[in-house]
Structure formats: structure tokens, C-alpha cells
């Protein structure tokens, strides 16, 4: 046989991109928005918050991202172009319960991915590595809007297990050239635009899904945690940012990484939100009008360790990336989110 004939592996190695935690919810639009765009995303995932329903645009390899040989040889087999890392461990009141669990998966599982690049490495070329990183590395800012250079001083272990995961990125630019952009996220929000993919979780602590669940009357109400925040109507004030909007940005950053050249700096930290800042009462306004239903809600006690606002500066990530945020106008964000929590039983 002729060995001009490619393998189906390596005939599509040139647009696979590894992704672990692409079974999760920010992960699964990830892929969507990279099968659009021409690549196929190799979901990496151990399925424990992570749904096989969601692997859509892609094959999956289950697996978890602590075990160094199973993230080896999916690299080996699949031959990706780059590695998307969105597997991690979320909550952040849990994460004060249990850090060694953070640590554990956020932390040192980040550590194995950029293992096994280093050591299925060719000719000393790392492939580029696009990290899911959080708003949660500011902790408690003294002012809003944020950029980047805002101080890293975060108030939880979340926070601090994803900050640790930069800061070995920006050791390894150095050391070993590799190349990466972590994206900070504030308030991800909203579901895909054709209704396919969406939040999975069935028990969520986010304020989007709680309202949705208390007007569908699958929980009591919406408790509001804090009405005497120093904003507008005194309550708590975030940056929500469309799914399918996070999803086009790993994908711009992803293109921004494979055409870097010497000039780019080897790793940089973007915020990805919109600038705009809307408090619960907006939030749950909007659902009301957007829904035509009535979200039942109380008054309750600030929720330890939430900010007043929480709004990005993200200015930068408009100018590197060429990206700007397309779906997340509150309408879109609620639309969305309503019509799929309509789609889980
Ligand atoms: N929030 C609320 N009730 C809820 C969940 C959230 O009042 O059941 C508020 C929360 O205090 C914060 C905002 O909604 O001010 C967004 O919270 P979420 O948990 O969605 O995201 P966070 O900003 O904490 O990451």
C-alpha cells in the first residue's frame, strides 16, 4: 500500500483539537463552536459531571485528566493540533469544603495535560494549550470594571487552583516555550442557539437556572442573596456573557495561538465578558418579560464571599482575539436558557 495514503487519524491530525471536559457545559459549546469552524474536537472527559449526550461534534475518549498514560495516548492516537482544558472541579462553596480535591483535578490535572504535551512532544514543538480560567482569580476587587492587571487575590480555593494553573503557564512559556492563553470568565450564561447542548446540571446554584426552576416551579422561589449592595437597586451586579459567545473566543484563541509567531507573547490572560453589568433584580426582570411568567423570589442575607460587581474589562480580549461577544444581550441569554431547561425532564 502506498504511504501516501494517510491513516483516517492522521488524515484529519491537522484539525483535531483536543478537549478535555468537552462533555461539560462551557466544553460542549466549545466543540460545537470548532466543529463550525472547520476542526474536530476530540472530547477527553470522565463523564462524572460531564454527559455523553452532550459529545456531539466529535469522538470522545473517556478518561480522567489525572491519569498522565490515558491523556498520552489519546494525544498519540489523535495527533490534536492544540488542547482546550475545561475539565475541572466548579464549585466554589465546595471548594472551601474539600480543597484537596481542587487541587487534585484542577490543579494537578492541569499539571498531567501539560505533562503529556511535553513528553508526546516532536522536535521540542509543544502544541498550544487554551486554559479555562476564571473571574474568581480577582477575588474581591476594589472597583469595576476589570482588566487584567487588576491584583490576583483570590478568596477561595476555586479561584486560587485555577490562578496556580496560570502561573504554571507562564513558567512553562519561559521554560519551554509553550504557548497559551487562559481565558477568564465572568458569569457564563444561556444555551445553544439551536437548542442542542445547554446546562446539564440538575441541581444548579447559578442565578439564571435557580430563577428558571422557581418559575417552572420545579423549586419553591428564588432567594436574592443581598438587597443592600452599595449599586442602583441594591443588589448584586455581574457580568453575564453568552455561552456560544465564550465558545467563538476559545476558538479565536485557539487560531490566535497556531499563527503565533515570535512576536506574541508566549502566555497571556484574557477577560471574556461584555462590559455590561446587570443586577439580580435586572436579571430577574428580564426572565419575567422575556417568559411572560412570574419568578417567585424572596429577600435574603448577602451570600458570603459574593462582591458587590463583578464586571469585566475586556477590551483587551477584543483586540487580540478580534472577538466580540454576539448573543449576550439579556434577551438572547434568557431565550436560550428557557428554551433548553424546557428540554430536561
Ligand atoms: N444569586 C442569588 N440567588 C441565587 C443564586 C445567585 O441571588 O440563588 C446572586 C448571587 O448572589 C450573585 C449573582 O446572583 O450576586 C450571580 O450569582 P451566580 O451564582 O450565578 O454566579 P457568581 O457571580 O456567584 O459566580
Redesign the pocket.
Known amino acids: 500500500m502506498s504511504t501516501q495514503h494517510s491513516t483516517p487519524n492522521t488524515q484529519h491530525a491537522k484539525r483535531n483539537v483536543l478537549v478535555t471536559g468537552g462533555a461539560g457545559y462551557i466544553g460542549s459549546h466549545a466543540c460545537q463552536a470548532l466543529k463550525a469552524a472547520g476542526y474536530t474536537p476530540v472530547v477527553f472527559d470522565n463523564l462524572t459531571t460531564g454527559h455523553r449526550k452532550a459529545v456531539q461534534f466529535g469522538p470522545l475518549v473517556e478518561g480522567d485528566i489525572r491519569d498522565g498514560a490515558a491523556l498520552k495516548a489519546a494525544i498519540e492516537q489523535y495527533q490534536p493540533i492544540a488542547v482546550m482544558h475545561f475539565a475541572a472541579l466548579i464549585a466554589?462553596g465546595e471548594s472551601v469544603e474539600k480543597p484537596a480535591d481542587y487541587y487534585h483535578v484542577n490543579t494537578l490535572g492541569a499539571w498531567q495535560i501539560l505533562n503529556a504535551i511535553r513528553e508526546t512532544s516532536v522536535g521540542g514543538h509543544l502544541i498550544p494549550f487554551v486554559f479555562s480560567s476564571t473571574?474568581?482569580v480577582y477575588g474581591i476587587p476594589a472597583s469595576s470594571p476589570i482588566s487584567e492587571d487588576f491584583p490576583h487575590q483570590p478568596i477561595n480555593p476555586y479561584g486560587q487552583s485555577k490562578l496556580m494553573v496560570e502561573h504554571m503557564l507562564l513558567d512553562y512559556a519561559h521554560a519551554y516555550g509553550l504557548r497559551s492563553i487562559a481565558l477568564r470568565y465572568?458569569?457564563a450564561?444561556g444555551a445553544s442557539l439551536d437548542n442542542s447542548i445547554g446546562l446539564e446540571n440538575r441541581n444548579p446554584?447559578?442565578?439564571?437556572?435557580?430563577?428558571l426552576e422557581a418559575l417552572l416551579g420545579t423549586r419553591p422561589e428564588?432567594?436574592?442573596?443581598?438587597s443592600d449592595?452599595p449599586t442602583p437597586d441594591g443588589?448584586?451586579?455581574?457580568d453575564y456573557i453568552h455561552v456560544a459567545d465564550l465558545a467563538t473566543a476559545h476558538v479565536a484563541a485557539l487560531e490566535h495561538l497556531l499563527k503565533a509567531d515570535n512576536s506574541t507573547p508566549a502566555h497571556m490572560a484574557l477577560n471574556l465578558g461584555t462590559g455590561q453589568g446587570l443586577?439580580?433584580d435586572e436579571?430577574t426582570a428580564s426572565i419575567e418579560r422575556v417568559t411572560g411568567k412570574v419568578v417567585p423570589a424572596s429577600k435574603?442575607p448577602?451570600?458570603a464571599g459574593?462582591?458587590?460587581a463583578?464586571v469585566a474589562n475586556s477590551t483587551k480580549a477584543q483586540t487580540v482575539l478580534n472577538w466580540k461577544p454576539e448573543h449576550s444581550d439579556v434577551e438572547t441569554i434568557v431565550r436560550t436558557a428557557y428554551a433548553w431547561r424546557q428540554t430536561l425532564s
Do not use: E, K
Request: aromatic share 10%; glycine share 4%; hydrophobic share 50%.
Open positions: 466554589v473571574a474568581a465572568f458569569n450564561a446554584t447559578h442565578l439564571i437556572p435557580v430563577a428564588l432567594q436574592i442573596f443581598g449592595y443588589t448584586a451586579v455581574r443586577s439580580v436579571i435574603h448577602r451570600r459574593d462582591p458587590p463583578l
